[in-house]
Each structure stands twice: as structure tokens, then as C-alpha cells.
């Protein structure tokens, strides 16, 4: 079975390669950069196509029957139709998966399960780097707004945050919030 | 409040209604609130809507019903609840094939086909999506030249942000896209607009507002306020003295990030080759004409088997039944008379015997 995979990301692409070719019955072909995926399909024929979700042209597979080159192997969208909640996941994640049509179909399902958990591994870490990037600039807005207290208000450090906190706290917001709007009110004031 | 209603929607002069619904307030206004997903293909959107991850979205009719009858993979149950918009795309030839097409003074679709006649590789023509109304109107206006779509020329898909770039690059030859693509090709100086598809059928129907079936039974009221909101929306839209402002939105990095001028160029009053319209003749009537019209097509092009039936696909997806509380609620018309809109849907309508449903199979 061919799977061309269509994944700009090299890394990620790299790990659903490896993890496909575990399996002995499986080829794994993927898409150059800028090489046109309707292009790919008519050259390489491939069985099984995975897709990042994310990529402009994923519709040159839609109805590819319909308006392709005659000499392409027609490709579906791959539905568990007894599955939803399986197809809700992998839209989540972020990939989707063709299958040739008018030969036997080649078991799919186990093939879109690992490009899922692959896709979906590498969103979570994606946004725990998201995350620990924003705690760590919330980090030195709270250090500006301190700097700023420590200086014109000739409060402490530790009182600084004390205040930040509690203003925070009376007002039901966050602390980082606070101290942007302290930071734009004395930047406002001295423009 | 209830959860957000999630709608999906693509970079695109014609999204416009959602755009302005949302930074004019309409939807909180009618007591709804929204959240708009910007998509990166109609396959995404389609998708989506098929699972239930989006609940609504701005979409294009053939592949409404290409979803429902199962043509690209599952079958969905998809509702069109109301049309968004009119015209708007463009057919265009790289500046090379035009220069060959510009001697004598007959109709650009006779001059393309004594260009089509002697070649002897077809010519790549690029359209956004298989199941298009570009591709549909693209098909059905070089058919009525006397040209065969699928001998005489190859139709690729390439997203419509990309399809001035190919013509540029030589990769295609032509490209039926909306706006504002048409545009930006000839200010660029890639190609030359040969005719605006409201010169091929006017006043045609281009997107829709497209739902879920499940999220529509079980969400009346969420869609009857959703409806109220775009079709304020619509009627600002329409409004020349508004275009500058929606232009802008559109151009908003943080939103759409679409070029200002050329969005201004396809919008109400604007200086482009082809306008898009969103209220006037009663643009919102989700005509179930319209429909059998693209289904027509599709079966023309041997898409659908013959045992397939479009008048009951029509009536299935179609729904201006939905639509009714929504326009007698905004004054636009009365609900009891919205069923006489469709007698007038397809009118003006081309002189051509393909043009009706049917039509094209008594020739």
C-alpha cells in the first residue's frame, strides 16, 4: 500500500513516516515542497493520501474524478461512517485522509488512527510552547509594571506585587491584566 | 448565553455579511453570539459542517449539494437556509492567450474558441473548487461557444489566493475565481478579464449560507436571530455609501487580511469588472430553481447517475422555508408570499436551451 503524505511540516512528517513504516506492507512517499498535490496523485497513484488539514490545496482532491487529467486515479475523502466520533477527532487534530477508489480498499483506519495521534501529539506541543512563550511574557509585563511602582511610588518589591495582586484580586481580573493597564496608563501619561 | 454558534468561512470579498454582522454588532444585538473560524479550504469547511465542528458557514452551493449526495466521501445533511450573495467572479486569460484573442470585434467566447481549435495541448484552466459555481458557470458558458470542457481544456483546482501567481508563472492559462481575483490580475498586468460570470447568467446566485441539518432542528430560535443578523448584514452590504468602511474591514491583518482596494473594487459601487450583490432582488431567497439549476449542470457533466433525483435533492437542501420568520420578522416580505419568489429566481434567464435543468438533454 502507497501512502503519499502532504504535510509541510518536517518534523511532524518526519515522525508519521517513521511510525508508517513500521508496518512492512506499507511505502510511504512524501510530497516535495511547492510539488502540486493533484500533481502527485497522477504521478505517484498512490492508495492512501494524508493531508494537513491546514493546506489551501486539499480541495484539488475534491471531486478530482470530476475535473481531473483522465489519467488519474480517482481518491475519496476516507469516512468511518460508523465512527463519527472518529472523524470528529481527526478533524480536530488536523488531518485527513483519501483513499483510492475502485480497487479493494486498503485498511485506512489504522493508518489516519497514527497520522491522529501524531497530529495531535504535536499540537499539544505546540501549544505548551505556546503557553510557557505567553507565561513568560505575562512574566516581564508583571516585572515593567513592578519597575514602574518600585520607581514612582517607591514601593518595595515585594509590596509591588502585593499590590498588583490585590488590586487584581478586587477586581476580579488577572494579575498580568493589571499590570498591562498600569503599564499603558503611565506610558499614555507620559506621551 | 449559550454556547457560540460557530461559523466558518473563507478569505473572500464575499464573506463580507458574517465580517459585518460581527463588527457592527448584529448578531449581539439579536441576542446571539458568534464565533467566527477562518478556514483554509471549502474542503475544511465542508467537513466541519458535516461533523458538527462548525455549525454554519459561508459555502459554496454545487458542493452543498456535492456534500449531501455523497460525491466527495460521506453523505451529509447539509441545509441552505438562505443565499448570501450574487456574481462576482471573473473569467480571466493570461496576458499572452489574450493578446492572441484580440484581433476582430466578435464575442470573447466565439475569439476563445478559434483560440481553443488548433491547439494541441489543452490549455490549463484553474477553478477554486471542483463542485464551484465557478466551475459550473465556466463550463456551462464555454459549452454554449460550441467547446467540450473536458476535451478541449484541462480544469485544475488552485486555491483562489494563488491563482494570479500560476497565471503569472505560465502554469495555467486562464481562471474563473471570484473576486477579488479578476482584479488584482489585470492591475498586475497577469492577465485580462473576458467576461464576468453575471454576464454569463445574471444576477446568478454565488455563496450560500450553509448549516447543519441536526443543528438546525434542534436550534430553531439560535438560527431564526442567526438569519435576522446576516440579513441586516446584506442590506449594508449593498450599500455604496458603506463599501469603504466594509473594504477596510476586510483588509483587517488581525481578520480577513484581503487587499483594500481590490475588495473595494468588487463591493456596491466600485470600479471592478464584475460586482458582487448581497440584498438587492431579493439576493437572500434561497430559490430551490437555483439549485436544480446547478444539480442540471451536474448531471450534464455526467457527475450524477441518472437514477439520482434533483428535484427531491433540491427540495431537500433548499430551505426557504427556514427563512421565513426571519425575513416577515425584518419587514423584507411577508413570509406567506416568499413561496412566489421562485417563479422569478432564474430571470433573467440566458438565451440558451442548456440553461434550464433539463434543458440541455432535449437539444
Redesign the interface.
Known amino acids: 500500500v502507497k501512502v503519499l503524505l502532504a504535510d509541510d511540516d518536517a518534523e511532524r512528517a518526519g515522525a508519521v513516516a517513521r511510525v508508517l513504516a513500521a508496518d512492512a506492507g506499507l511505502v510511504v512517499v512524501r510530497l516535495k515542497p511547492n510539488e502540486s498535490l493533484a500533481d502527485a496523485v497522477a504521478l505517484l497513484a498512490p492508495d492512501v493520501v494524508l493531508v494537513d488539514m491546514a493546506r489551501p490545496d486539499r480541495d484539488a482532491l475534491d471531486g478530482i474524478r470530476q475535473v481531473a487529467a483522465l489519467n488519474t486515479r480517482p481518491v475519496v475523502l476516507f469516512v468511518d461512517e460508523d465512527d463519527p466520533a472518529f472523524m470528529e477527532e481527526a478533524i480536530n487534530a488536523g488531518v485527513s485522509s483519501y483513499n483510492a477508489i475502485g480497487m479493494p480498499p486498503p485498511d485506512v483506519k489504522p493508518i489516519l488512527r497514527a497520522a491522529v495521534a501524531l497530529f495531535r501529539r504535536h499540537r499539544q506541543a505546540q501549544d505548551d510552547l505556546k503557553q510557557a512563550e505567553s507565561r513568560l511574557s505575562e512574566r516581564s509585563v508583571i516585572d515593567r509594571a513592578k519597575a514602574i511602582l518600585i520607581k514612582q511610588r517607591h514601593m518595595s518589591e515585594p509590596d509591588a506585587y502585593k499590590w498588583l495582586r490585590g488590586s487584581a484580586m478586587s477586581r476580579g481580573r488577572r494579575v498580568v491584566d493589571v499590570a498591562s493597564d498600569l503599564i499603558k496608563s503611565m506610558e499614555g501619561n507620559a506621551g | 448565553m449559550s454556547k457560540p454558534i460557530r461559523i466558518g468561512l473563507l478569505r473572500l470579498v464575499d464573506s463580507a455579511p458574517i465580517i459585518v454582522a460581527e463588527a457592527n454588532g448584529l448578531f449581539r444585538d439579536q441576542g446571539i453570539d458568534v464565533q467566527i473560524s477562518i478556514e483554509?479550504?471549502?474542503?475544511?469547511i465542508?467537513?466541519?459542517l458535516t461533523?458538527?465542528?462548525l455549525d454554519a458557514a459561508v459555502m459554496l452551493p454545487p458542493?452543498a449539494l456535492?456534500a449531501c449526495i455523497g460525491?466527495?466521501?460521506?453523505k451529509a445533511r447539509l441545509v441552505v437556509p438562505m443565499s448570501l450573495s450574487q456574481g462576482g467572479n471573473a473569467i480571466v486569460v493570461s496576458a499572452q492567450v489574450a493578446a492572441g484573442l484580440s484581433d476582430g470585434g466578435s464575442q470573447p467566447g466565439l475569439r476563445l474558441l478559434d483560440w481553443l481549435r488548433p491547439l494541441q495541448t489543452r490549455p490549463r484552466f484553474a477553478?477554486?473548487?471542483?463542485?464551484s459555481t465557478h466551475?459550473l458557470l465556466l463550463r456551462y458558458w464555454l459549452a454554449s461557444g460550441g467547446a467540450d470542457p473536458d476535451r478541449d481544456i484541462?480544469?485544475?483546482?488552485?486555491?483562489p489566493?494563488?491563482v494570479v501567481g500560476a497565471l503569472a508563472a505560465g502554469s495555467i492559462a486562464g481562471f474563473c475565481a471570484g473576486a477579488p481575483w479578476g482584479d488584482v490580475a489585470e492591475r498586475d498586468g497577469a492577465g485580462k478579464i473576458l467576461i464576468g460570470t453575471s454576464s454569463i447568467w445574471p444576477f446568478h446566485p454565488e455563496k450560500c449560507l450553509c448549516v447543519g441539518e441536526v443543528w438546525a432542528d434542534a436550534n430553531p430560535d439560535l438560527l431564526h436571530h442567526l438569519l435576522r443578523a446576516v440579513l441586516q448584514a446584506q442590506v449594508r452590504c449593498d450599500l455604496p455609501e458603506e463599501a469603504p468602511k466594509i473594504a477596510a474591514l476586510l483588509a483587517d491583518p488581525a481578520g480577513l487580511r484581503l487587499p483594500e482596494e481590490a475588495c473595494r473594487a468588487a463591493l456596491p459601487g466600485g470600479s471592478g469588472a464584475e460586482l458582487i450583490r448581497f440584498h438587492t432582488r431579493e439576493a437572500w431567497f434561497p430559490a430551490q430553481a437555483h439549485a436544480l439549476w446547478f444539480l442540471g449542470q451536474m448531471r450534464r457533466?455526467g457527475?450524477l447517475d441518472d437514477q439520482t433525483n434533483i428535484e427531491a435533492l433540491a427540495a431537500q437542501v433548499y430551505r426557504p422555508d427556514l427563512l421565513a420568520s426571519a425575513v416577515d420578522a425584518e419587514g423584507l416580505y411577508p413570509a406567506a408570499g416568499l413561496p412566489s419568489l421562485e417563479g422569478t429566481a432564474m430571470l433573467p434567464m440566458p438565451n440558451d436551451d442548456a440553461f434550464s435543468p433539463n434543458g440541455w438533454r432535449q437539444r
Open positions: 483554509p479550504s471549502w474542503s475544511n465542508t467537513d466541519k461533523y458538527g465542528v458542493l456535492a460525491l466527495r466521501g460521506p477553478v477554486v473548487h471542483a463542485f466551475n484541462e480544469t485544475v483546482v488552485i486555491p489566493e494563488e457533466w457527475w
